[in-house]
């Protein structure tokens, strides 16, 4: 599946931003999709999980600030981030995988500063 992640930018502490990540070339709905964050020298990181079944997984750091969704009809997941912080400043990959295959989208940078 391709993946083409969307949505980042430059916002102010406190604010909000919507990224979306579009599959397209491969059946959407059995895979799990889940959106990763990774700072310069910094190893990539979790941010949240949409399961395949729905169910949805959050680093700790993001817990009720951030929200995934996942539309398998419109082959899109979704990361509503609330109450960003300069620590949430990173690009946001997000991936898919099911059965041991992967992919990954291109990051979107994600910048939140005064």
């Known amino acids: 599946v391709q993946l083409q992640a969307s949505g980042g930018g430059l916002v102010q502490p406190g604010g909000s931003l919507t990224l979306s990540c579009a599959a397209s070339?491969?059946?959407?709905?059995?895979?799990?999709m889940g959106w990763y964050r990774q700072v310069s020298g910094k190893q990539r990181e979790l941010v949240a999980i949409a399961e395949s079944s729905g169910r949805t997984k959050y680093a700790d750091s993001v817990k009720d600030r951030f929200t995934i969704s996942r539309d398998n009809a419109k082959k899109t997941v979704t990361l509503q981030m609330n109450g960003l912080k300069p620590e949430d400043t990173a690009a946001y990959y997000c991936r898919a995988w099911r059965y041991g295959v992967e992919d990954w989208g291109q990051g979107t940078l994600v910048t939140v500063s005064s």
């Open positions: 070339g491969s059946v959407f709905s059995n895979k799990h």
